[in-house]
């Protein structure tokens, strides 16, 4: 097959139930509950020139942080520091004023830390 290929390197399916308002339940379908996990999803695009979109999804209210840190350590930029309701958010960096080189992305979900690599190149 000729021409240009894509490459996926994560797909998250879920049904999810409506409620009132603005909040909704995470329900699969296979009877598996994805009610207490938390995804940080890959920064997109990666790498990135000029700005980078890190998404998350929390199962419930909760202090949450997002922070950007360049390979020596420094922090960089806290994209979110406060309390979020459960649901999908997204934040965007623009790292322009950013040098090229590897930086580190750490979401903080009340005690739980994750944490994801991004790339910034020109």
Do not use: H
Request: proline share 3%.
């Amino acid at each position: 097959m000729k021409g240009k290929y894509a490459v996926c390197s994560e797909i998250f399916l879920y049904e999810y139930q409506k409620s009132t308002g603005e909040k909704a339940t995470q329900i699969s379908k296979n009877g598996r509950d994805f009610s207490q996990k938390i995804n940080f999803l890959s920064p997109r695009p990666n790498p990135f020139s000029n700005s980078a979109r890190f998404s998350f999804i929390i199962p419930r209210e909760d202090k949450v942080s997002l922070k950007i840190y360049d390979a020596s350590g420094r922090l960089c930029k806290t994209l979110v520091n406060k309390k979020l309701d459960m649901g999908s958010y997204y934040f965007d960096w623009d790292g322009k004023e950013y040098a090229d080189g590897i930086y580190f992305s750490v979401l903080k979900v009340g005690e739980k830390r994750l944490t994801r690599k991004t790339v910034k190149i020109k």
